[in-house]
Structures are given as C-alpha cells and as structure tokens.
C-alpha cells in the first residue's frame, strides 16, 4: 500500500513530536530499535533529532528468537533488551529514549532500571507513518487526560454497562489512574505516540461481572473486528467462560487457551479512550503490517478491557488481550464519564 520511502513531511512531524517532549540541542538521544524494526520510523527518528541538534546515538538489539506457542502480539512487553546491562546503562544514562521496538518497551522488565536516573522514553507505535501522521499529539488533549486520571484515581468503584449486555463491575479503592497523552516531557516520564488513554491496572480480585464484545469491537491482538459477538463470564478478574459461537469466539479460546497459562486469562487493565483524531474504522484503511493498532486502543470513547500481565496483582503472563468496545457506558461512583460510547463533561 505505502512505498517506505523518507518523506520530508514526515521528518517535520517527528521534529515537531520531539518538541513536545522537549528535546534541546545537546541533549543525549538513543535510539532503541531491533533488527526487525520499522527501519523508515528509525530513520525518521535519527533525522528529526539531528535537526534539533541532539546527539544521536542507535542502540539497535537482534531481534530475539521466538520461544511461545503462539506468535507474541500487541504486550507492549519487549523482550529485544534481554537483560543486557550495558545496554540498559546506555539508555538510562540519556535523555531521552526513542524506542522503536517492535512490542515497546511500556511493560519490559528493564524498564525501571531505565528510567530511574532520569531519562524519559518516548515509544513510537509501531506503525506506518501515515498512521503517526494523522495522529499527532494534540497538546489540547493533554489536560482532559489528566483530569480522567484524576477522575479514576480517586475513584472506589467503576461499572461498565452496554446495550449489548456487558455489565462489569470493578473496585478500584486505592488504585491509581495512569494515562498517556502522546509525548513526554519530564525525566522519568513514558509516553508512546499515538496517545489518548486513560487506564489502571485493578487489584487482585477487584473485577466481576459480564462483559461482551458486540459486532464491531475489536481484538487488537488479531487486528480485527468482530463479527460474532462473544460473552465473557468474569470472576474475581479471571474470565471463566467464553460463550460465542462464531470464528471470533473460536479465534479467542485457541490463542488463550495455547499459553497454558491461568493468568492469560485474568484482567490486565481497564480504561477508556480519549483521542477524538483516532478512529475506530481506521483498521480498514490499513494492512495488517502496516499497524500496530494503538489509534483503535486510544479512540475516543472506547472501554478497553486488556487481559493478561497486571502488576498490581502480581500476575505475570505473555498472553495479551487489548479488547476496545464501542457503546459502553462507563460510571465512577455513579458518576457517567463515558456514555454509550461518549466522552463526558471535561473529557470530551
Ligand atoms: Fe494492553
């Protein structure tokens, strides 16, 4: 579809996304990508932080054998660092990190050690340019993300409802709200662009209820709509039945059920959309190769249900869900946030 070809306007949007998160002449920039990389986003990076006068180094990782059952998608957990101290000392000793692996770098196991000296990392999606170019963060977005982590953070209870029949409810006392708004801008921050997500990771046994996944939400880790609704039984976080009847319910049984692995099946984390540039037709535009599905995670209004990994609850697990619905009705406390699908009051 595209020609990965270096575009000028693209070197431009790189420079203008490294301005936001405050690169300045002399700063100390890595580079972090992986022999299978989107090469073109590589060198958009390189270009654009040249121009603003960075030193740039690369730190590119082989990419490392495969050791699942089933191909890895859609975890944010790169394993490309493998633990490799000079590498981590490299990184964390730079302003700033640009990571251009292929999963990111959000959940990796190395990312602490990363980020405690200072550096803030900047995750570029792994997607075409032409996803990232529509998709630019919007400095306006930024406050009505941190008024939706405020909002969840001092919340006790979150419930979700729908027409289709999800009816979720979520105890979230004492959990905080996190959030992404596109850049980073301060030492230690993370961010990853495409932004607009308001999110939390739930204690253990905080989620039960019903949730359903109607015609037309997603499953990220397959980069396709549904076209047979499925009904998940939850309890105490873990999803116990899956009734559908269709390829999707089918799709969705096989690759949990190929981790062998119970935590696969319990909720990672939970949150909402809030990018209004992001569209939820936009996986129709696109081949699969081309994406990485973060504009369908970050559309304005969506209910995100992730399964798999969740720290907050101790469970670690490769097996990765990232399940965006439509036409949910999102309360906290009773208060509407998200109604049939629609951002509410200050996060519209
Ligand atoms: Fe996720």
Redesign the pocket.
Known sequence: MFSDRLEAKWIDMFVSVFELCKVKSGDTAAILSETQSREINVHLAELALYRLGAKVFHVQLTTPPQNTPVPVR?T?ASNAVQGIQPVITALASSTIVVDCTIEGMLHAPELPHILKEGARLMMVSNEHPDVLERLVPDPLLTPKVKAGIKMLSRADFMTVQSDAGTDLKIDITDTSGTGVWGYCDRPGNVAHWPGGLVLCFPKAGTVNGTLVMDVGDVNLTFKRYLESPITFQIEEDYVTHIAGSGVDADLFREYISAWGDREAYAV??VGWGMNQAARWDALTMYDKQDINGTELRAFAGNFLY?T?ANEAAKRYTLG?F?LPLRHCTIGLDGIVVVENGRLQGDLS
């Open positions: 859609s944010g990672s984390h992730s798999g990765h990232d």
